[in-house]
């Protein structure tokens, strides 16, 4: 199994609708991210969480929310869908010394809304 | 805003050669990532380099980061086909607990 696994790996919704993406990891880290990525702006972050009671807006939350359901679970939501929300959305973990470790990815969510 | 520039945006070359790629950045630092992506996946980490090194190497990879001109660079020598792909820079500024990505280089190697 993966390190960090995202569900589901593609979707296609239409505007309006409200959508999870879901995120969950086996390396025991505190510290999740979302970042989203869009052709030629690299990634994003979305919202992040340093542990199940820690909740931060990261540079482009309007339109997301999230919820730390457990050490290892990490949702996103987008509440009413619009198709600017079109991206690759990733997930990502780091060790609680975040700043000194690398970051490990899941392989992502292709998410169309149409 | 975004932390890294990567320049150049784009880079072919041939097998065997080395590749070199460069990363602005605005602020002071704790350190500085590169990651790789592969078509569409995600993001694998592949060096760190903290703000009081100047010069890390980790297998055919070889990065170097001057604070005073906030910048980096990645070398991939003797490139491979396998290399092909996009390299992003990102930075973790002093205070902010989180990595900023640069728009990423695409590198591609031709066998």
């Known amino acids: 199994d993966a390190d960090v696994t995202q569900t589901p790996r593609n979707r296609i919704t239409k505007t309006g609708k409200r959508i999870m993406l879901e995120c969950s990891q086996t390396k025991g880290h505190d510290r999740m991210y979302w970042y989203r990525q869009d052709p030629g702006l690299g990634l994003r972050l979305i919202y992040y969480s340093f542990d199940v009671k820690d909740i931060n807006k990261g540079e482009i939350s309007d339109g997301y929310s999230v919820s730390r359901q457990a050490q290892a679970k990490f949702s996103l939501s987008l509440e009413s869908a619009i198709p600017n929300q079109t991206a690759l959305y990733f997930c990502?973990?780091?060790?609680?010394?975040?700043?000194?470790?690398?970051?490990?990815f899941g392989s992502g969510t292709r998410l169309t809304v149409v | 805003s975004q932390q890294g520039e990567e320049d150049p945006q784009a880079l072919s070359i041939q097998e065997g050669e080395n590749a070199t790629m460069n990363c602005s950045y605005k602020?002071?630092?704790?350190?500085l990532q590169w990651y790789r992506q592969n078509s569409g996946r995600g993001l694998v980490h592949l060096i760190l380099i903290r703000s009081n090194e100047r010069e890390k190497h980790s297998g055919r990879l070889r990065v170097t980061l001057d604070t005073s001109k906030k910048s980096s660079s990645l070398l991939i020598t003797a490139s491979r086909a396998a290399d092909t792909a996009s390299y992003f820079c990102a930075t973790d500024a002093r205070g902010n607990n989180r990595l900023a990505f640069g728009k990423g280089n695409q590198v591609v190697v031709i066998p």
């Open positions: 990502a973990t780091s060790d609680y010394r975040g700043a000194n470790y690398g970051y490990t």
């Open positions: 602020t002071s630092i704790n350190n």
